[in-house]
């Protein structure tokens, strides 16, 4: 089956192209997501419609990812992780941890423009890219830190406090 893209499809193709995939796929993925319609005569005309207008979002779009890649590029996430002797964790860092450290931060990111290949299972620096446009790509660095360790530099920080009310009253 022909259908035409409403929206970019990873692997498959971009806004406002035909292209030729399975029935079922079509059927049961594509058209109810609203992601493509069926390329008939009737709708290849509305098509070349529809291409002036995504280009010139496209455009806009793109502006807006160089603004935000402008304020992404400086940010540093960290992440306080409990980890075995060797720096594995026990647990790992998934692109929805990111997504939600970064909404912390205050930029509203969808986890899914989040390309980590495999969640980040080890303690340490890492360089996360996050695709905000086809054309644009930002990387932001993740650090990966020992809970334990967190923890020792805490507790003599705390040592050097005066004792509480309850402690002297013993």
């Given at each position: 089956m022909e259908v035409i893209l409403k929206e970019d499809v990873a692997n498959l193709g971009f806004?406002?192209?035909?292209?030729k995939v399975?029935?079922?796929y079509a059927r049961n993925f594509l058209l109810?997501?609203?992601?493509?319609?069926q390329a008939t005569a009737a709708n290849k005309a509305v098509i070349?419609?529809?291409?002036v207008a995504a280009a010139r979002r496209s455009a806009t779009e793109k502006a807006q990812a160089?603004?935000?890649?402008?304020?992404?590029?400086p940010v540093v996430l960290s992440f306080t992780r409990k980890s075995g002797e060797h720096g594995h964790l026990f647990g790992s860092v998934t692109s929805s941890d990111i997504a939600a450290e970064l909404a912390a931060q205050g930029f509203e990111v969808d986890r899914r423009k989040i390309q980590l290949g495999d969640a980040i299972k080890s303690l340490g620096d890492f360089k996360v890219a996050i695709r905000l446009h086809r054309e644009v790509t930002a990387?932001?660095?993740v650090k990966v830190l020992d809970e334990a360790a967190e923890e020792k530099t805490a507790a003599p920080a705390e040592a050097s406090e005066p004792a509480s009310e309850e402690t002297k009253s013993e």
């Open positions: 806004r406002g192209e035909v292209v399975a029935d079922g109810p997501r609203k992601l493509a319609m070349e419609q529809m291409k160089e603004e935000l890649l402008a304020k992404l590029e990387r932001v660095t």
